[in-house]
């Protein structure tokens, strides 16, 4: 009996401590309108204070950034803070290098707006755009990879560079109950501004590619934002190498098109890394490109070809191939999408030839 | 056993939708706390420990990671292969660590069985003696895999 009337005891006390911290926090975090600084003065917005940086200026249609959607594991979203943020978040830190933390980088999902704040953003910024759109086709190009096409509806043209990236919002479905946004680099040349096409790989559990791979239907409208990103094609180079796996091929891909479509007059050569032949796709287009253009060469590599894959091309990993291929008198840049072992190893190889992060760049999202 | 609100708040952080599509829990009705207390029981039956165990799965990860995805025999007897994808995820534990979207796939071909685990549950069962809740897409059932990672004979 005592032990009965000690429990009720406690859960009453817990229940009433309850109820008080939430009236509490209904009022002590009232923290009224607050401005936000942007640039020294370039733009001020003012929102109601308690919601993040990040949501708060999304809501103002500046978006900055963000991969994960907001759940501090992917870091992307830094903007500096000159004023106004607090101290910096052990939820920040992981994401934060010491210079970073030095000269008042801040992570934007965590800071919650609760005074009047000052940030410096980058320009590009301002140019991002929220667009609703409409799926017009899904294409399978592997076993685990799609290709889709969006159109634009509403703005209906989208400015990018090639080898940018947007992001795309999910709807809940069976369990998932909240919306999350993860980025996909755009495959099209920036050139079709009417519509985007993105190639999506399955990641086993991933929320993003289970939705796009399993729910998304042609004729759903969805919401994406973008132009994001400054892994893009930079045209003072001699000339180009291009190195792909998997999904990586989609920023590739556009900056080959965009590259060709502009005429300028610069060699590329393209290593596309593969397992087998099941995991090679757009393989036709590309040979096509090669056979009709002087200056494009495709390197497609498989690493464990099929017995029943009849193949006689490069065989090997990408790494060895590209060693073979890159000499150290080339005065190229090179542009690198895959997996992050991928991009580690090709990334050593290259430093090995002469190549320096001057002349590497990569999305290592 | 009853979970602290800190337990509460990762149970929460474990359910399908927050971090992944299919969450830490699966079908498991228990909280984590029991389930993390269970495997603890069984680990310490066969004699070894949480760090063991994970540092036997980090060992055929390390070895495969420089394949860059294809099949390797390691010790005569595992086949193993890595798949990894762009983006980080973080321990459901909110202790800040982030790992790498990295699937091991290694095979005993003397048991003929196969174990898939990803490098956040070799950090979870590391530090956390967290080997998902049964049903999970990414459950490690303790018997199993000291046995496929060859460290315990097969009965």
């Not at chain 1, 600084?37 to 919601?51: C, E, H, L, P, R």
């Not at chain 1, 940018?164 to 050139?191: D, F, G, H, L, N």
């Not at chain 1, 393209?270 to 032949?277: L, N, R, V």
Request: charged share 30%.
């Amino acid at each position: 009996m005592d032990i009965l009337l000690t429990v009720l005891s406690i859960s009453s006390i817990s229940t009433v401590l309850a109820i008080i911290i939430v009236i509490a926090e209904k009022y002590l975090n009232d923290y009224g309108d607050c401005e936000i600084d942007i640039n020294n003065g370039s733009k001020k917005v003012t929102v109601q204070g308690g919601d993040t940086l990040l949501s708060s200026l999304g809501e103002n249609k500046i978006f900055i950034p963000s991969a994960c959607g907001g759940k501090a594991t992917c870091g992307s979203c830094k903007v500096k803070v000159i004023e106004g943020a607090g101290d910096v978040l052990p939820t920040e830190e992981p994401y934060l290098s010491e210079n970073e933390i030095n000269e008042n980088i801040r992570l934007s999902c965590q800071i919650k707006i609760k005074r009047d704040i000052k940030i410096v953003i980058p320009e590009d910024f301002f140019n991002i755009k929220e667009y609703k759109a409409r799926v017009e086709s899904i294409i399978d190009k592997t076993y685990d990879i799609k290709e889709f096409r969006l159109g634009l509806i509403e703005p209906s043209e989208i400015d990018f560079r090639a080898g940018q990236y947007i992001q795309i919002k999910t709807k809940p479905y069976e369990k998932i109950k909240e919306t999350v946004s993860r980025a996909y680099s755009v495959s099209s040349v920036p050139s079709e501004k009417t519509g985007i096409e993105i190639i999506v790989r399955l990641v086993p559990g991933g929320i993003c590619t289970t939705f796009m791979h399993e729910y998304l239907r042609v004729g759903d409208e969805v919401i994406l934002s973008g132009p994001y990103g400054d892994f893009y094609l930079r045209e003072d180079a001699d000339d180009y190498i291009f190195i792909a796996g998997g999904s990586g091929l989609a920023p590739i891909k556009s900056m080959i098109f965009d590259i060709l479509e502009k005429r300028i007059d610069k060699n590329m050569i393209f290593f596309f890394g593969a397992g087998s032949k099941k995991d090679l796709y757009y393989y036709e287009m590309f040979k096509e490109l090669d056979n009709k253009h002087e200056n494009f060469n495709y390197v497609p590599a498989l690493s464990r070809p099929d017995v029943d894959d009849k193949w006689d091309g490069e065989i090997g990993l990408i790494t060895d191939i590209v060693s073979r291929y890159v000499d150290d008198e080339m005065k190229n840049h090179a542009y690198l999408c895959g997996s992050p072992g991928m991009l580690d190893a090709c990334i050593n190889i290259l430093k090995s030839k002469g190549f320096t992060d001057q002349t590497i760049f990569y999305d290592k999202f | 056993m009853k979970q602290t609100p800190e337990f509460m708040k990762i149970q929460e952080n474990m359910q399908p939708g927050i971090l992944t599509a299919h969450g830490f829990i699966g079908d498991d009705t228990r909280n984590i706390k029991d389930i993390i207390e269970e495997d603890n029981k069984n680990i310490l039956s066969l004699d070894l420990s949480h760090s063991d165990i994970a540092d036997r799965m980090q060992y055929f990860t390390d070895l495969a990671v420089n394949e860059l995805g294809n099949r390797i025999l390691i010790d005569n007897d595992f086949i193993v292969s890595i798949d990894d994808h762009r983006g980080t995820m973080p321990c459901p534990f909110r202790d800040n660590y982030k790992a790498v979207k990295r699937n091991t796939k290694l095979e005993n071909t003397k048991l003929g069985k196969t174990v898939y685990w990803s490098d956040l549950n070799i950090h979870m069962i590391r530090d956390h003696g967290f080997y998902e809740g049964k049903g999970s897409f990414f459950r490690i059932d303790t018997k199993d895999i000291t046995e496929i990672l060859g460290m315990i004979t097969a009965k």
